[in-house]
């Protein structure tokens, strides 16, 4: 069994024995119903190297696709948890059955790493036919994730980046079994959506960035990424910063200032450095038009308004601000998430997520803060800094990224910890998930993000998808360790998967 290898890991796999499944010129895929796009997406994966034609057959199953590949959609598997499914894989063929439409599209990503990782085309590059032994073990393997929310953040406001760039990371995140992509829109170096009650965000405060020159999507440009990312089974959480991080909305409008004068545009990279004013009308008028117009545009259910190092105001006005704004962020139908120091307010919105981003260990205030989600009705998501923030420096790391969270970051410490184990008293079932974030100060162009994100975010992926290791107050009672020593194969067979797609990786962090 050892050379079958798949990340993150599933939560159970067998050798069946026998043959293997062989994928040939007369292979077709069966999908009928709502299984038909998932269809489509894996033969627009396995068609460009194989050179395989691979019709789907989106009508009823029949016997001439026994030797296929079948994606089945069936109610009865409910009883699994969301998201999940089972695949069956040997000579006669390969089922993949799952409840869910995002069930068969994470049983395919699975699917893919069960053959050769020659199989893979470059994203978005040459896809002539390579030519090979196009085999499958014959296995069973079982799925579905501990987690609801796996999410990868991207910090579009530090840089600008193309739809074409955040398209890619989406496709790349989404091998992963991650299913939300949270993009940083707004911060003092740049704000990168179009606000139509608001023009001079984009006129004015698109116009830098920390190292090149200015940007922003237009409702259209977002409206694509939303459409590309549910075509991947992932959910865009837009990010607005509130009230700190807003120097590019200060320069833009004066009335946002206290004192009612514009700020000068920001290319620097000191943080807590702006605030809004919290009293002002004119602040509030903006907070209500800018949170109508992102949940407009945004048919996921999240919508997440910062509130970290807001380190000008008084505690306070910062609780009160906080209160007010998750109030009609929750007016405008979607779930408000915040950083965690959004949890110094005992008067949010019910419901309202927190995200945590301080240490493996955590600082008291940090902590407490993080509780306050739950104690409000609302639950966690976990992003501690020193494991899961991947634009901190690799041991080897210079140009690229950052040196502060107690970096550098390791493969091995970015695999090395537990989710249910960081905050006293926050129990598991009040854990939402787990997110890795990266934040682009130095970072100009999906390539360098792709450098720190990989291969450090499987890491994070495993630990947000798969089972709760021995030792945590969920395991199961058969659970096994969680092992570096064991995942590091598994991490450097898919190294190879990641060549032949293209995605660039940090190659000294391999083992
Ligand atoms: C953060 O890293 N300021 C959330």
Do not use: C
């Amino acid at each position: 069994m050892s050379s079958i290898t798949v990340v993150p890991a599933p939560v159970s796999l067998t050798s069946r024995g026998g043959d293997p499944f062989r994928l040939d010129a007369a292979s077709r895929i069966n999908a009928a119903g709502g299984a038909a796009a998932v269809g489509e997406y894996l033969a627009g994966l396995l068609r460009p190297r194989t050179g395989f034609a691979l019709p789907v057959d989106a009508g009823a199953d029949d016997a001439a696709d026994a030797a296929g590949i079948r994606l089945t959609l069936d109610p009865a598997a409910s009883a699994a948890a969301p998201d999940g499914y089972t695949l069956r894989s040997g000579a006669d063929g390969i089922t993949i059955t799952a409840a869910s439409a995002a069930g068969l599209f994470h049983g395919v990503q699975t699917l893919r790493q069960l053959f050769p990782a020659a199989i893979e085309a470059p994203l978005g590059g040459d896809t002539g036919a390579a030519g090979g032994d196009w085999v499958a073990p014959a296995v069973l393997i079982t799925d579905a994730p501990r987690f609801a929310y796996r999410g990868a953040m991207l910090d579009v406001a530090r840089n600008v980046f193309s739809v074409a760039e955040v398209t890619r990371y989406i496709d790349t995140i989404a091998l992963l079994k991650l299913n939300h992509l949270h993009l940083h829109l707004s911060d003092d170096q740049g704000w990168r959506l179009q606000i139509d009650s608001w023009p001079r965000l984009t006129e004015i405060g698109s116009s830098t960035s920390v190292l090149g020159g200015g940007g922003f999507f237009t409702k259209a440009d977002y409206a694509e990424i939303v459409a590309h990312a549910a075509s991947r089974f992932v959910t865009i959480v837009p990010e607005i910063d509130l009230p700190g991080h807003t120097n590019a909305a200060l320069a833009s409008y004066a009335e946002l200032n206290i004192g009612g004068v514009a700020t000068s545009t920001y290319r620097g990279t000191e943080v807590g450095i702006s605030t809004v004013d919290t009293t002002a009308e004119a602040t509030w008028r903006f907070v209500e038009d800018v949170v109508r117009e992102v949940a407009e545009m945004t048919p996921g259910p999240y919508l997440h308004l910062g509130g970290d190092e807001s380190l000008t105001l008084s505690a306070e006005d910062f609780a009160r601000f906080v209160a007010r704004a998750s109030r009609v962020g929750a007016a405008s139908g979607k779930t408000v998430i915040g950083w965690h120091e959004m949890g110094q307010s005992g008067d949010l919105a019910p419901g309202t997520v927190g995200q945590y981003w301080d240490y493996l260990v955590p600082r008291a205030d940090a902590a407490a803060h993080t509780l306050s989600f739950v104690e409000q009705g609302g639950s966690v998501i976990l992003s501690p800094a020193d494991v899961s923030y991947l634009d901190i420096h690799y041991p080897d790391s210079d140009r690229l990224g950052q040196d502060w969270a107690d970096g550098p970051t390791s493969v091995e410490q970015a695999y090395s910890w537990d989710p249910a184990a960081i905050v006293p008293g926050l129990p598991e079932e009040s854990v939402l998930g787990v997110e890795a974030a990266i934040w682009t100060e130095t970072m100009l162009g999906i390539e360098d993000v792709e450098v720190m994100a990989f291969p450090r975010i499987v890491a994070v992926a495993e630990i947000a998808w798969s089972p709760a290791p021995a030792g945590t107050p969920s395991a199961a009672p058969d659970a096994a360790e969680r092992s570096f020593a064991e995942f590091s194969p598994r991490l450097t067979a898919f190294a190879e998967r990641l060549d032949a797609l293209g995605i660039r990786y940090h190659r000294t962090a391999l083992a």
